[in-house]
């Protein structure tokens, strides 16, 4: 939806404040929302629906130009959807600003917030449906959500074929294996690490290497630990037995397998220390395939020990302890996107295997 369309259903000038826009907004919605009793709901030209998208246009470019100086673009369209607006108020077909994969095993929906009278979020409601790739402008709990209501869909379709009163014991742990390998179908890893990589270089030979912020994550507790020494890590394995290891500022870690599509690490004398984390979750689903499709070369180490004032920039959750780390993630010279051929087949088998159980 362009600026244009979207002051037209809202019915303001090109130029009004986002204050107004607010304003314009809630006086609508007060006529045209659903939750409106039927006595005090008005007529108007265009749905809740529209009114809701529209806002969302106009607010984001308003805040974009408040954030970037004042500087307003006339068409806002990075991150919308173009709608055909000619024509009565009968269903329109949406479609989405973003590439497609014509390969996906299935279309996914793109969800958009619904905002209340008072702009808070109380839900969300599709604005187009495709095989499109995910892109920053979509919310990525959205995208994840639309992922997710893909995997129950053709499980809820076997469960119905077959008649099943109860969904099969496996299901939770299958349906999350799925959303991971159909999330992947939608996921650009190349184009996205260009745009979220902390830093990026041209190598001499000519290939691309990106810095991500990651994390080492292992269970147990930390040590004793003295202000300026090397951070000292422990954490408890299946058996119970306690192990110890330290790590200083640029020691190097090696991998040491993927198991469960987490790449665990290992010091340089071969002990297993914990797994590779993300301050931001997005990256898992950039990162891991690509080290589980061998795409990419792999430089890991320790970037931090404990404070100077005795703190330390590790994180702590429940029984759980990270260590910040320094990602390197080389790709070979004019490395494109290829999205993995077998996807479609490992999906299929996933739902062999759920139909099959009893």
Known sequence: MTKKEACRILGIAADASLQD??????HLMTQVHPDVHVSVRKRYAYSAREINIAYSVLRREREEAQ???????????SGTFSESMAGSRKKRASVWDAPVNPQAYMERDIFHYAEDFDGSIIGHFPIARGKYLWKTEEDFPLFLRSIYLCG??????????????????????IQAEL???LAQQ???????LHELAK???????????????????TGGDYGAQKSGAPLDLHFVTKAPVRHSFSLKPGDLLYPAGIRKHRLYLKNRGGQELGYLSFHD???YYIVVPLLEQRGVMVRVESAGTAGTNGSSPNRETGSRRSHPLRLWLKLPQEAGHVMPENLN???????????GQV
């Open 21 to 26: 826009i607010k304003k314009r907004y809630r």
């Open 67 to 77: 954030s970037s100086g004042g500087r307003r673009s006339d068409e806002f369209s």
């Open 152 to 173: 129950k869909q053709l499980l809820d379709e076997i469960d119905d074929r077959l008649h099943r009163r109860a969904p099969a014991a496996s299901r939770l742990d």
């Open 179 to 181: 959303t991971y390998l």
């Open 186 to 192: 939608f996921i650009h890893s190349t184009a996205l």
């Open 199 to 217: 830093e990026k270089i041209t190598a001499e030979d000519g290939s691309t290497i990106f810095r991500v912020a990651a994390m080492l994550e």
């Open 281 to 283: 979750d997005r990256m």
């Open 345 to 355: 087949l490992k999906i299929e088998n996933l739902l062999n295997e759920y139909q």
